[in-house]
């Protein structure tokens, strides 16, 4: 007897549905008013990023000042500026903690962890947005600050120059670089110019050639061990001509610029951060509306409580249906409509889906079971008829009766073996052992196990391989696949015809292909070539035909190997079978 489709009303899903909303909203407003009520560390996170950005400023201005003066003698009095304008106690000491400037009274006990390590050469990028431009702090100069004469010859160029765009109508104005280089720049530099040679000048400072040849020169061990070419640098440092990896031919530029600023700038020292002494204070705590909060909280509560009974009351609707269709004989084949596109009817459809498969894996099961009678009771009918004719005395067990009989049993071994490794496919059952495989030596071989038989049909068994194509396959089964495409080809082909084994490479995939020069197979029947007791021929000779079984495994195999199988025919021209494997496993 059918059980009703009603459930009680405890177990409804409309009653679930309603009690987890009611559930949920209790708890959201609940967190609100907590949340609310909490609003503080709102202010405790901004004055966590105001420590982060003074952070960031502390360690900005004592990489400038590395960056300018060879050590540390006079950092004092801007430790001290900057301490009192971030408001935090800021030391810095040697790598063995000798403190070198301190905010602090003497004696204070240090923090107990580093904040960084401020060195020019090796910017943090945590906290220098100038490591974006390079490891190397361009504040930097050393060897390429100019002189003041340099400085004066730079701005007499620089105003020449400006002068001749503004008179060809390009506004420019004058810049000068951190080492004191003047020089003009457009205002708009996508302004086409016109004849931009009779303003521009490649004049370069004696300070920043002997520079850039002495950088050149220390550069040059590095490249050297590195297997690079030499590099040529400008006046800005920029490379160019430069052949080689362009990552290692930087490294060895960068190593070598922090070679030659080394004298230059102040040596790596530990820096520590603390609070002081009056910590500043926090921000007052918000104060919250408890009765109105309290208000909201009720009304969230009833327009959930609403929302869900109408939402609850459509979503059981289409579940009803499903379960009435669920429920059905399993002999019936029924649909449910789909009426929404949310979940529910995407589980409609898949149902519908499921069923329409169901009906056809049926009658693919009753095909099938038929098909296998159909196979087994040929050759056990054979076989009964000549046992039961040497019983009445009316065959005589002679040599040949005998071989006829042991074709039957075998026929039916093969049969049985086929079966076999299909189950196990279906099952996931296939174990492969794959190994390296050369594909000559695999179509060679192939090619030995069929050619007595391809012989005495009178059919031509060749090989062919373009180049040395690998797999990485089980040869055992790759053997069984490729002998079963050869055992088709040579079944249909006729007295004079030529099959032919073929492999190659094709990206990263090796094709191997079995060409007959047979009857062919129709187009309308290539779609079906590899179902299971598929055969061209529709009345099951066994003089035209096998098992039906042989192309089944075949797709199987090769889709174990992670492969496919495909086939293309021109009736009573030729058919071509191809493989395609991944050449690596």
Not at 107 to 116: I, K, N, S, V
Request: glycine share 8%; charged share 25%; with cysteine.
């Amino acid at each position: 007897m059918r059980r009703s489709g009603r459930v009680r009303p405890y177990r409804s899903l409309l009653v679930k549905l309603l009690a987890s909303s009611v559930l949920i909203a209790v708890v959201a407003v609940g967190l609100t008013i907590w949340l609310t009520a909490t609003t503080t560390s709102e202010a405790i996170r901004q004055e966590q990023g105001q420590v982060l950005a003074d952070d960031a400023s502390i360690y900005d201005g004592l990489v400038g000042y590395a960056a300018t003066h060879p050590d540390w003698t006079g950092a004092g009095p801007l430790i001290h500026e900057l301490a009192g304008r971030t408001g935090r106690r800021i030391a810095i000491t040697d790598q063995e903690r000798l403190i070198l400037a301190d905010s602090a009274a003497p004696g204070t006990p240090l923090p107990a962890r580093t904040a960084a390590v401020v060195d020019p050469l090796h910017l943090d990028p945590a906290l220098s947005p100038r490591a974006a431009d390079g490891p190397i702090d361009s504040r930097a100069l050393g060897p390429y600050r100019l002189t003041e004469e340099e400085r004066e010859t730079s701005q007499q160029l620089a105003d020449k120059q400006r002068d001749c765009l503004q008179g060809l109508g390009v506004p420019a104005e004058i810049v000068r670089r951190p080492n004191g280089r003047a020089e003009p720049r457009t205002a708009n530099p996508v302004q086409p110019m016109v004849k931009p040679g009779a303003c521009l000048s490649d004049w370069v400072s004696g300070t920043e050639q002997r520079a850039v040849d002495e950088l050149t020169r220390l550069a040059k061990p590095c490249l050297e061990r590195q297997g690079q070419p030499r590099v040529r640098l400008d006046e800005n440092l920029v490379l160019y001509g430069a052949k080689g990896d362009p990552e290692v031919i930087r490294t060895c530029v960068d190593n070598a610029r922090r070679e030659q600023l080394q004298p230059h700038v102040a040596p790596a020292a530990l820096l520590f951060v603390g609070s002081q002494a009056d910590p500043r204070a926090l921000p007052d705590p918000v104060r919250v509306d408890t009765r109105r909060l309290l208000g909201l909280g009720l009304l969230v509560l009833l327009l959930t409580i609403g929302v869900t009974a109408l939402v609850g009351g459509r979503l059981v609707r289409p579940l009803r249906l499903l379960t009435e269709a669920a429920s059905a004989p399993a002999d019936g084949h029924r649909r449910v409509p789909v009426t929404t596109r949310d979940e529910i009817g995407v589980l409609a459809t898949a149902f519908n889906d499921l069923s329409e498969r169901r009906q056809r894996v049926e009658e693919q099961r009753k095909a099938m079971v038929s098909d296998i009678a159909h196979e087994l009771r040929t050759p056990l009918t054979t076989i009964r008829s000549g046992l039961e004719a040497a019983q009445d005395g009316v065959a005589q067990p002679d040599e040949a009766w005998l071989s006829s009989q042991l074709e039957e049993v075998l026929l039916l071994q093969h049969i049985i073996d086929d079966l076999q490794d299909l189950a196990a496919a279906d099952a996931g059952a296939f174990r492969l052992h794959p190994e390296p495989v050369a594909v000559a030596d695999l179509l060679d071989q192939v090619a030995a196990a069929h050619r007595a038989r391809a012989e005495q049909s009178g059919i031509a068994l060749r090989t062919t391989v373009t180049g040395d194509p690998e797999l990485h396959a089980d040869p055992v089964r790759l053997r069984q696949l490729v002998g079963n495409l050869v055992a088709n080809a040579v079944r249909h082909t006729p007295v004079g015809g030529t099959v032919t084994l073929a492999g190659q490479t094709e990206g990263a995939e090796v094709v191997l292909t079995v060409t007959d020069t047979g009857s062919g197979i129709e187009a309308d029947d290539l779609p079906f070539v590899f179902d299971r007791f598929w055969r061209a021929e529709k009345s099951r000779n066994r003089g035209t035909g096998g098992s039906g079984l042989g192309l089944a495994i075949v797709r199987q195999l090769a889709e174990a190997h992670g492969g496919t199988v495909s086939a293309t025919s021109t009736p009573g021209v030729a058919t071509v079978f191809t493989l395609r494997l991944p050449a690596e496993g």
